[in-house]
């Protein structure tokens, strides 16, 4: 069986204080790819990599995800990628473009600006697949179902429309999903699906919930190295996905309460 890890960046650029995780600076970000080009591994975006694993690839891959959209992915990953000749998934929040960070509150500003369209546009046209990370980047999972649908549909038919691009991946906002949210995500148009999960992807896994590592600041390049060879998940990760089922219920509550954990 050939597994199949996954990354999940954010923002490319440095920043202090509780997000730090979520941003890797350009330097160290050229570190790790070149660590795992040089390791033999292939850098492709998610739906490529599910499609050469479908089509009875064992070629050593690690599929590039980075999640929400700010600009510096234009002016400091793209180059990255295109030097380390990798591919990546890029996923917009639809409802941020051209704004900031809306639901990192008082932190919004720390990662700089989100994408506007043309931007977006920009990075499609340099070979990036762009996928859909949801409207206004809500936990889905304790929506109604009305409110999930809108936030589902709209987003990838604003992609589409906009830049006359077939949209196929999601990434769960937060990294939250339940039954409900997945079929949705699949009945509006988009053939597979990423979480946060710490763990490699295996064949037999479904489409619609692939796990990501989240590689950070303090990840040099043979850490990642390390982080990518790994077989099965971490107790820790066992963990987190058990509680999920009550996690959800407490965050449903909070929320009927005019909260919104995540």
Known sequence: MTTLPALMYHSVSTVGGPLRDLAVPPERLGEQLAALT?????????????????AGSTERMVALTFDDGYRDFLTEAVPALRKAGAGATLYASVGHLGGHAGWLGRYAGDFGPMLTWDELDEVAAAGIEIGNHSLVHHPLDVLSAAQLRDEVVSSRDQLEQRLQRRVRSFAYPHGYHSPLVRRVVERSGHDNATEVGRRPHTPAERRFAVPRFQPTPDHTGADLVALVAQTAATPAARLRQCAQPGWRMVRKLARKAGRDLT
Request: hydrophobic share 45%.
């Open 38 to 54: 040089g390791a033999g591994y292939r850098l492709v975006g998610l739906t490529e990599a599910l499609d050469l694993r479908a």
